[in-house]
């Protein structure tokens, strides 16, 4: 494992173990489908989740691995918008408790998710904002959304019902796990880039992708800033009619599409209805179920997918494992260490001093704070 003084960069194994100590063995990979899919066809009828709480659940095993920079998974974009990574989420660095820098789903999820991208036009990108979440954070999302229904006139009693409509309440109960604690769930959208940023993007792929030894570590390691760079200011959310986490009538995912014919709506809402359509249209195609309530929720394999597709539960409850922890430390001290150089701290002498820090700040000085986004806030509280 090749260390930057508070980072590491490389790959962790993303072997799963059953609770028993064997090892799992992962289903086969879908394949890719040959036939292009539709992306401008409209949404469908979205399933209830009604008595989802009360459906059984048979534990596959799958681990939790990691999406995003470093991972193998990095061309799944990421913004761990509970842990306040990027400047765009309205939650203050470590506010909510429990909170985590990596975005971690089961390993079926992250399949899923690259085949799903794999639909998308050239310069889109899917973009996550959160998927596997702690009961603590979980517990803390909970307690926001009640506040906010409270200050709009509801009765305690009745926000703590209405905000189950947004966030599941938390429980510790095996048998009913809120879908995010799962690792099934995944909040998202598309990101799309202009077509220089674009084209950069696929030559530094080409980078990232070598096989890491020591005399390219440092050459992947940039290749892999850079790629962050150009996700945070290079390329947008595209407009999909609310921001994430929404409390809003227009979160609904057919909100648009039961507006009327596209000659009653406005330019701006058939652009989101258009929109809609194609995160849909990748996201089922790949496996994914949608939760009505909001556009930008998607299960698979969880209580909430079965409810509404009848298919087995195959994720409970996850926690992170040893291996998890481990890239959870790399990319946090990672964050950490690289907005401290931005922000001046190493000139102050307050970061030790380390052989490859000369190397680790020329880079930042290239690409930059990775706090620094041009995305507009992607919440409001």
């Not at 028993?20 to 890719?32: A, H, I, L, S």
Request: hydrophobic letters at 35%; one cysteine or more; a negative charge.
């Amino acid at each position: 494992m090749n260390e930057v003084g508070f980072f590491t960069v490389d790959k962790i194994n993303s072997s799963a173990i059953m609770t028993n100590g064997e090892k799992f063995v992962p289903q086969p990979e879908r394949k890719e489908k040959e036939m292009k899919i539709d992306l401008t066809a409209p949404i469908g009828e979205l399933g209830s989740v009604e008595g989802w709480k009360n459906l059984p659940i048979h534990e596959c095993g799958e681990q939790l691995v990691p999406l995003g920079a470093f991972s193998d998974h990095r061309n799944i974009a990421t913004d761990a918008i509970y842990a306040g990574e990027r400047k765009s989420s309205p939650y203050p660095w470590g506010a909510l408790t429990g909170s985590v820098v990596t975005i971690f789903v089961r390993e079926g999820v992250a399949k899923r998710l690259a085949e799903a991208a794999n639909y998308l036009p050239p310069g889109n990108m899917l973009f996550v904002w959160d998927a596997y979440r702690t009961l603590s954070v979980q517990q803390a999302l909970f307690d926001y959304f009640v506040r906010v229904l409270e200050s709009r006139g509801a009765d305690h009693e009745k926000a703590i019902v209405d905000a189950q409509q947004f966030v599941s309440i938390p429980s510790d109960d095996p048998t009913r796990p809120p879908p995010h604690n799962t690792g099934g769930a995944v909040d998202l959208t598309i990101i799309r880039f202009h077509m220089d940023a674009w084209k950069r993007m696929q030559q530094l792929d080409k980078v990232v992708g070598q096989t890491e030894t020591e005399k390219n570590w440092r050459e992947i390691y940039e290749a892999e800033m850079e790629r962050q760079q150009l996700i945070r200011e290079s390329a947008m959310p595209i407009p999909m009619g609310t921001v994430f986490d929404g409390v809003h009538p227009e979160t609904a995912t057919r909100f648009y599409e039961d507006l009327g014919e596209p000659s009653t709506l406005s330019a701006e809402q058939n652009e989101c209805r258009e929109n809609r359509r194609m995160l849909w249209n990748v996201m089922t195609a790949a496996g994914f179920s949608n939760y009505p309530d909001e556009w930008w929720h998607y299960d698979v394999g969880n209580q909430f997918d079965s409810a509404r597709t009848s298919r087995p539960a195959i994720y409970g409850a996850a926690t992170l494992s040893r291996e998890n922890a481990e890239w959870e430390s790399m990319r946090k001290g990672n964050h950490i260490g690289t907005v401290a150089i931005a922000d001046g701290v190493r000139s102050s002498g307050k970061l030790p001093s380390h052989p490859i820090l000369p190397f680790v700040e020329k880079v930042t000085t290239k690409t930059g704070n990775p706090r620094y986004t041009t995305h507009p806030p992607a919440a409001a509280i």
